[in-house]
């Protein structure tokens, strides 16, 4: 039976999602509730792999029981939804506060968490002002920003391009195409802004130098004509500097 879990975390204290040798992840936290609760090994596969720090609204995994069972005994096909929700219920006991799950659902088998995703939809926030309740899911600046030139050069990205100049370096990635299709900075409030981005697919780093880029262009350290030449050498170091991880949150995975 494969099953699809809807979550979400902050990722303040993790190493990213996926799994590694030398600190906690969102992935390993999952992983182990739910082999507890279901009293079988259960590996997760994520949408996509989220840095250090980062945070999601929404994130969504697969992962297969071999048998339809919860703790002994068998599991009638009437009763799954009742049984998934006790099952979701356990795991936001047995989960630390940080992450929280909302739904699990059964799905198809060919149904794949990352590979059947249309789209992914991420935030970026900024404050331009000293915010202190703001400050651990934002990041704070104090420059003068040209917003209506940053979504000037926000809608280049727009459209099936090549991001190679906003990719992390050295990543195992087969292909750099991307299919951008929305890209704006959205006002909040007087000292508050956020950066919407939606693709097909996203490379690692990818919103945080787009982000980091766009900033330099407000900032009037770089032109409309050398945004677009960033994108056409395809190349990292024309592009800015990424920016702080806190601010970013994995909005809507959807499929």
């Not at 209506?148 to 370096?169: H, T």
Request: glycine share 6%; proline share 3%; net charge neutral.
């Amino acid at each position: 039976m494969r099953l699809f879990i809807h979550f979400q975390y902050d990722g303040t204290n993790y190493h990213g999602w996926q799994i590694q040798p030398n600190g906690i992840t969102v992935q390993e936290e999952l992983q182990k509730a739910l082999s507890t609760i279901l009293r079988q090994p259960i590996e997760v596969v994520g949408a996509g792999r989220t840095d250090t720090g980062v945070h999601a609204r929404h994130m969504v995994a697969h992962f297969e029981t071999a048998l339809p069972l919860v703790g002994s005994s068998p599991l009638p096909v009437e009763g799954l939804g009742e049984v998934l929700e006790s099952v979701c219920y356990k795991l936001n006991r047995l989960l630390p506060r940080d992450i929280s799950v909302q739904k699990i659902e059964s799905v198809s088998d060919d149904m794949h968490a990352r590979f059947s995703a249309t789209s992914r939809l991420y935030h970026y926030y900024i404050s331009t002002g000293k915010d202190i309740f703001a400050r651990h899911y934002s990041w704070q600046i104090h420059w003068q920003l040209d917003f209506e030139k940053m979504n000037q050069a926000a809608a280049m990205l727009i459209g099936e391009k090549d991001f190679a100049s906003f990719c992390k370096v050295g990543s195992d990635v087969k292909t750099t195409m991307c299919n951008l299709t929305h890209a704006v900075w959205v006002k909040d409030s007087e000292t508050r802004w956020h950066f919407e981005i939606k693709a097909n697919r996203f490379l690692r780093n990818m919103v945080r130098a787009v982000v980091g880029t766009l900033i330099e262009v407000g900032r009037g350290r770089m032109s409309l004509d050398q945004f677009a030449e960033v994108l056409q050498k395809k190349s990292r170091c024309a592009a800015g500097e990424s920016v702080p991880a806190n601010g970013l949150f994995l909005e809507k995975v959807e499929y």
